[in-house]
């Protein structure tokens, strides 16, 4: 079971990242996706989470509005559509298997100008 992050980057704010988890070794399509993230100094928070269904997704209140989840189950991808960039959104990225209790690596997403 694996998940491979990628697409972050230095942004100014105002800008926009799409994140790319690509998942291998498991059922992705039947499998509850979540992104997270920890920024510097703090606690890791759930920001967005797709159900098998693309349709049942759900967001912290912080990013409502601004960021999309979305999954493309014959890629066995899930991305997060990140739009309205604000430094508080910088950190470390990480997506989540919850079926499977398997992190990602992270990818790095820094906001400033």
């Known amino acids: 079971v694996q998940l491979v992050e990628s697409g972050g980057d230095l942004v100014q704010p105002g800008g926009s990242l799409r994140l790319s988890c690509v998942a291998s070794g498991f059922t992705f399509s039947n499998t509850v996706m979540q992104w997270y993230r920890r920024p510097p100094g703090k606690e890791r928070e759930l920001v967005a989470t797709?159900?098998?269904?693309?349709?049942?997704?759900a967001y912290v209140d912080s990013v409502q509005g601004r960021f999309t989840i979305s999954r493309d189950n014959a890629k066995n991808t899930v991305y997060l559509q990140m739009n309205s960039l604000k430094t508080e959104d910088t950190a470390m990225y990480y997506c989540y298997a919850r079926n499977y209790n398997t992190w990602g690596q992270g990818t790095q997403v820094t906001v400033s100008s």
């Open positions: 797709i159900g098998s269904f693309a349709f049942d997704v």
